[in-house]
Nanobody, 124 residues
Framework: QVQLVESGGGLVQAGGFLRLSCAAS????????MAWFRQAPGNEREFVAA????????PYADSVKGRFTISRDNAKKTVFLQMNSLKPEDTAVYYC?????????????????WGQGTQVTVSS
């Protein structure tokens, strides 16, 4: 069983930054692919970024490339999302997710484990 707890959300002005954290309660954190998704009101949950457990290339959504960076600290069993140059359209609830080696990085249904979400609000 994997438990995920996000933190770091809040209210920020456009152009600002936030750093989200997701602490995992799991024995073998390094063997999980970790990802961030987000969901704005009235929208479906969408992929933001993922960190494969293999350490390969890091996929990002086109809308966040060059602004967001996903990273992980396996010793602390934590994954981070550094969000710079934030825009009002980044406003959403951000969710941390975990999966094993199966399934697509981009599809939320591939991830069996989810955190409770943290609200990010970007004002214009």
């Amino acid at each position: 069983q994997v438990q995920l707890v996000e933190s770091g959300g809040g209210l920020v002005q456009a152009g600002g930054f936030l750093r989200l954290s997701c602490a995992a309660s799991v024995r073998t954190f390094s063997s999980y692919t970790m990802a961030w998704f987000r969901q704005a009101p009235g929208n479906e949950r969408e992929f933001v970024a993922a960190l494969p457990w293999t350490g390969g290339s890091t996929p990002y959504a086109d809308s966040v490339k060059g602004r967001f960076t996903i990273s992980r600290d396996n010793a602390k069993k934590t994954v981070f999302l550094q969000m710079n140059s934030l825009k009002p359209e980044d406003t959403a609830v951000y969710y941390c997710a975990a999966k094993d080696y199966t399934g697509s990085y981009y599809r939320s249904r591939s991830y069996p484990y989810w955190g409770q979400g943290t609200q990010v609000t970007v004002s214009s």
